[in-house]
């Protein structure tokens, strides 16, 4: 058995080459590890019903299936105002492409897996245009990875598609231009409008690594531009907002005994850079106090829908303003490695702590590969 000192070794070697290679190398190697490694920790397999999937799964391609047939049909004339199905009027953007892709819902897993890879990818190089080191980088691209974020691809039997949102919100901020700041916000918005409750946290963000002024407007413009076209469907083609359920008593009460859990698995080890970031000397108090605040209102405007957890995971950018933060502080600046220390304790606890979900009364967890090797071993005794 190796010693911890040789295996602290054999992890230096590992990791200098990953970091230390090409830049492709390291995109690479750091997109496996972020597909990898979430999914070995918090394996998605609830429901614990076996059969749930497969019927959830063939129902909602069902639901999906005539949006792809007619993209503009109107949920609200056969589901009740409060439904998910209803909900989903406006979220047109998949159902659009697989018909374009002529796939059906198969084309819908080819954008879904797709979009997941540009979302891991998106992590990788946001992080790296926050801190500008690729082994800091890489612990915060997993400590985000390691929250549900990396996971709900696996688990997606009921076509909601948020990888394909976040991969959206992630590829905002890398965006360099204001058209592109605009069209990826626009694209996401379609996909699911919840996108919108990011646009102030990567807003921040483009201040934060002193973006140019036209990608803030480009972003700031993508919500009115979605409304207004939303307006037009309604009014052109009876396409129905659904905004019934949302912030009654009904979802809100059961979501109370359950925020603090909510809150956390939002972000994870993510809290670590925050929380080091609102304590560290040296930084901008304004852009903190707008960071802490950001994130609070979206987090508790989560709770006023049923899927809490999924709402409060499009926090996800704060992870990115806090490490831009902690980048440009100037006791870190002159000691790198404490930035490298945090985003690697972040990415373990992200990756170590099996994730959860909050689905307003009902609480789930993924299970762990260890874990459930471990209980396997101790039951075969």
């Known amino acids: 058995m190796k010693s911890p000192a040789s295996l602290n070794a054999y992890f230096g070697r590992a990791l200098g080459w990953i970091v230390g290679g090409s830049r492709t190398r390291w995109l690479v190697a750091g997109s496996l590890l972020c597909a990898v490694l979430p999914w070995f920790f918090s394996c998605p397999l609830f429901p614990a019903n076996p059969e749930s999937p497969v019927f959830w799964r063939q129902y909602w391609s069902g639901i999906e299936q005539r949006k792809i047939d007619h993209p503009l049909h109107d949920f609200t004339t056969e589901f009740p105002p409060a439904s998910n199905e209803t909900k989903r009027n406006f979220r047109i953007l998949i159902p659009v492409a697989a018909k374009l892709m002529g796939l059906g819902p198969r084309g819908m ?50 076509c909601w598609f948020d990888n394909c949102a976040h991969a959206f919100v992630a590829l905002a901020l890398l965006a360099r231009g204001p058209w592109l700041a605009f069209t990826v916000v626009l694209l996401g918005l379609w996909v699911d409008e919840r996108v919108l409750c990011a646009v102030p946290l990567l807003a921040l963000f483009h201040v934060v690594i002193s973006s140019r002024r036209s990608v803030l407007a480009g972003l700031l413009l993508a919500g009115p531009v979605y409304f207004a076209l939303r307006a037009g469907l309604t009014l052109g083609f009876g396409l129905h907002n659904a905004l019934a359920g949302i912030g ?21 080890g993510g809290w670590l850079l925050l929380l080091v970031a609102a304590r560290e000397p040296g930084l901008n108090r304004q852009a903190i106090a707008a960071l802490l605040v950001f994130t609070i209102l979206l987090l508790c405007a989560s709770g006023f829908v049923g899927d809490f957890t999924r709402s409060a995971t499009y926090a ?21 490695a404490q930035l490298r220390s945090l985003a690697g304790w972040a990415a373990g606890i992200s990756l170590f702590v099996p994730n959860g979900i909050v689905l307003g009364e009902v609480v789930g967890f993924e299970s762990s590969l260890p874990v459930r090797a471990l209980q396997a071993w101790l039951r075969s005794l």
């Open 109 to 158: 897993d080819v954008i879904r897996y797709s979009l997941q890879f540009a979302l891991i990818l998106g992590l990788l190089l946001a992080a790296e245009r926050a801190c500008g080191d690729r082994v800091t980088a890489l612990g915060a691209a997993l400590a985000v990875a390691g929250t549900q974020i990396g996971t709900e691809v696996w688990r997606d039997v009921y």
């Open 248 to 268: 009654t008593a009904h979802e809100l009460v059961p979501n109370l005994a359950n925020a603090p859990m909510a809150f956390w698995f939002s972000l994870e």
């Open 316 to 336: 996800f950018p704060a992870i990115f303003v806090a490490l831009a933060l902690l980048a440009r502080a100037p006791g870190i600046q002159r000691e790198p």
